[in-house]
């Protein structure tokens, strides 16, 4: 998650001086909000693994192009979406509210699957 976060304190300081020239994202906010759902997803495994930046970049790359691909979205598409909310900074805010209500529902379904509870079970009895 630390990675995407990098990505997007770049990608709004880099934007924050440009000017506003109307143009729309390229990416529906439905469909933004899938992507940067499966974004956080892909950094949990990433962390998960213990992929670091400085010997896994190839391996890093790979995870965020096949979420892109996966969506049908390409990198310039990506980028292009988030320089206009880097502009858009409310819009952007109320955005990835749904992001993280997503993330939210997300965890705790996981939380309680039976597997999560069998393993919390099992590990309480050692």
Not at 3 to 13: G, P, T
Request: glycine letters at 4%.
């Amino acid at each position: 998650m630390r990675y995407f976060w990098l990505f997007v304190v770049l990608a709004f300081a880099l934007q924050s001086c440009s000017r506003d020239d109307g143009a729309r994202p390229e990416i529906n906010k439905d469909e933004l909000v899938d992507v940067l759902f499966d974004i956080h997803i892909a950094d949990g495994y990433l962390s998960y693994t213990g992929s670091r930046i400085d010997r896994n970049r190839d391996r890093i790359d790979g995870v965020y192009e096949y979420v892109l691909r996966k969506h049908n979205i390409t990198p310039k598409q990506f980028s292009n979406t988030m320089k206009y909310y880097s502009r858009h900074a409310d819009e952007y805010e109320t955005l990835y509210n749904k992001v993280i209500e997503k993330l939210t529902k997300f965890e705790t379904e996981n939380l309680n699957s039976d597997e999560t509870k069998s393993l919390k079970n099992n590990s309480g009895r050692e």
